[in-house]
């Protein structure tokens, strides 16, 4: 899974394969704690971030929107 963003501590990652479902998400890690992302929608899927960590997840998500979308197919057409 490799790391596409780190920021104040937050490490963002995807899995890469044509395995993966839909819908395009992401994963963000916080220490322990960790979140899924649907990247369509810019919301928390699953996971137990703090609502501080939540909310800078959120943004760079809504800020970094088509890169994420762009990773998504690239990694799906393998």
């Not at 899974?1 to 993966?20: A, L």
């Not at 996971?47 to 990694?75: C, I, N, T």
Request: hydrophobic fraction near 40%; aromatic fraction near 12%; charged fraction near 25%.
């Amino acid at each position: 899974m490799p790391t596409i963003s780190m920021f104040y501590g937050i490490i963002i990652r995807m899995y890469c394969g044509k395995s993966e479902h839909n819908p395009p998400y992401f994963h963000a890690y916080y220490q322990d704690k960790k979140a899924v992302v649907d990247i369509n929608t810019c919301e928390i899927i699953e996971g137990d971030l703090s609502v501080r960590h939540s909310k800078l997840v959120l943004a760079w998500a809504e800020l970094h929107k088509e890169e994420l979308l762009a990773d998504w197919e690239l990694a799906h057409n393998g």
